[in-house]
Nanobody
Framework: VQLQASGGGLVQAGGSLRLSCAAS????????MAWFRQAPGKEREFVAA????????DHADSVKGRFTISRDNAKNTLYLQMNSLKPEDTAVYYC?????????????????????WGQGTQVTVSS
């Protein structure tokens, strides 16, 4: 699976952005997908994950109520709707795919559990 993230940019605090992650290959619909982010000088952190079916999602406490992960398996695309953005949301955002088809256990929050990664898209929130 090859992943291509897009949709980042510069936005004022309180604004919104929608990130997209286009996936190649016919197996996209079978994998758990996630968004991670990494700010300068900080470790990569989990943002949100979604089950292969789209039936379950998980969001980090820091973004809960503001960000929403979703997917369109017919379009092989993962999304992250980001509302009420804050300066501390500034980071490079990465999409990632698990490698276990039809995995129905927990939604992983550790980056090491994701095998495929996109190149990242920069999100900058000004105050």
């Amino acid at each position: 699976v090859q992943l291509q993230a897009s949709g980042g940019g510069l936005v004022q605090a309180g604004g919104s952005l929608r990130l997209s992650c286009a996936a190649s290959g016919r197996t996209f619909s079978t994998y758990t997908m996630a968004w991670f982010r990494q700010a300068p000088g900080k470790e990569r952190e989990f943002v949100a994950a979604i089950r292969w079916s789209g039936g379950s999602t998980d969001h980090a406490d820091s973004v809960k109520g503001r960000f929403t992960i979703s997917r369109d398996n017919a379009k092989n695309t993962l999304y992250l709707q980001m509302n009420s953005l804050k300066p501390e949301d500034t980071a490079v955002y990465y999409c990632a795919a698990d490698s276990r088809p039809f995995f129905s256990g927990y939604l992983p929050q550790a980056g090491r559990e994701y095998y495929f990664w996109g190149q990242g898209t920069q999100v900058t929130v000004s105050s």
